[in-house]
């Protein structure tokens, strides 16, 4: 289990730790070595990428999502064990969310880690996991809860508080999307079977009752780093045993020019959601292009 900093291939900001947009920064500083490393091992922490500004920003968006929350929020509360809080599609109701995800760099970073020609936003995940959420999140994937199939998916996990193992980290089955198979889907929050789900390739495997036989990777995070992840990826979160320390995270998702729409009929509808055709592409009002190479036609 590597639980040091992994540093060799990270993305590390300029020195003014700015990156207000600015394609020719995002290029340069995605580089060939790194996309090759996120392709491989389906995971990969990115160091100083979001200024105070982008981070400020999705502090008050999240603020405002707890106090708001929408339809397709759930609340894992539990007396004496702290909160588990989520939510989906903010952007589309809430300013700081729609600025960070259309004028960040963060589409494209993704484009540029998958080497796609266009990225559409399909999903922002808000996980914020209270002081004392003694709730892990269990291992998975993430690809089947998607109305979709293709290799080009791409989360951005995004901490805005300081993130260790004890605190709710994120970890990896390293080179696990590359396995060529799908699991079961489990409920987030609960740690049980969609039991309305296909079969795919059975239960995950209890990665946890023998680690020593997965390359496991978990890193700590501070504020303005993430971590950009496959949507095949088996990976899974720790609780939250901090008395003090939030661990608010936001989870933004791109999908690539493989991609195209499958429905899952145990997926739960979403308000408004499209009317797209079978084995298409997903390209929408509600999963805007949000990147495109330069060159590439609309």
């Given amino acids: 289990m590597d639980s040091g900093l992994h540093r060799c291939c990270n993305l590390r900001l300029a020195a003014d730790g700015n990156v207000f947009g600015g394609s ?5 500083l995605v580089s060939a070595e790194m996309a090759e490393a996120w392709r491989r091992d389906g995971a990969l922490p990115l160091r100083g990428v979001f200024s105070d500004d982008w981070l400020a920003l999705l502090r008050e968006g999240v603020d405002r999502a707890m106090a708001d929350p929408s339809p397709l929020s759930k609340d894992y509360a539990r007396d004496g064990q702290g909160r588990f809080f989520t939510d989906h599609h903010m952007h589309r109701r809430l300013e700081p969310f729609r600025k960070f995800t259309h004028e960040s760099p963060a589409a494209e970073i993704c484009a540029r880690l998958m080497g796609a020609t266009k990225v559409n936003l399909f ?6 996991k209270e002081p004392g959420t003694d709730a892990p999140t269990y291992w998975h994937q993430d690809l089947p809860y998607f109305e979709m199939t293709g290799t080009q998916i791409c989360s951005l996990w995004i901490p805005l508080d300081p993130v260790t193992a004890e605190t709710g980290a994120m970890k990896f089955v390293r080179g696990s999307h590359r396995w060529n198979r799908l699991f079961r889907p489990i409920r987030i929050g609960e740690g049980k ?13 209890d990665i946890d009752a023998a680690p020593d ?8 995070y501070a504020p303005g780093d993430c971590v950009a992840f496959h949507g095949a990826v ?10 003090t320390v939030r661990r608010r995270a936001l989870a933004v998702r791109f999908a690539g020019d ?6 899952r009929a145990y997926i739960p509808s979403v308000p408004d959601r499209p009317d797209l055709e079978p084995g298409g592409p997903i390209d929408c009002d509600l999963y805007p292009v949000l990147w495109r190479a330069e060159g590439v036609e609309a």
């Fill in 24 to 28: 020719a920064m995002t290029q340069a």
């Fill in 123 to 128: 999903d922002e995940h808000l996980l914020v």
């Fill in 193 to 205: 079977l969609v039991e309305e789900s296909e079969e795919y390739d059975g239960e995950a495997p």
């Fill in 213 to 220: 036989e997965y390359d496991i990777a978990i890193w700590d």
């Fill in 234 to 243: 088996l990976h899974g979160a720790t609780p939250n045993r901090s008395s």
């Fill in 258 to 263: 493989d991609v195209r729409w499958q429905p």
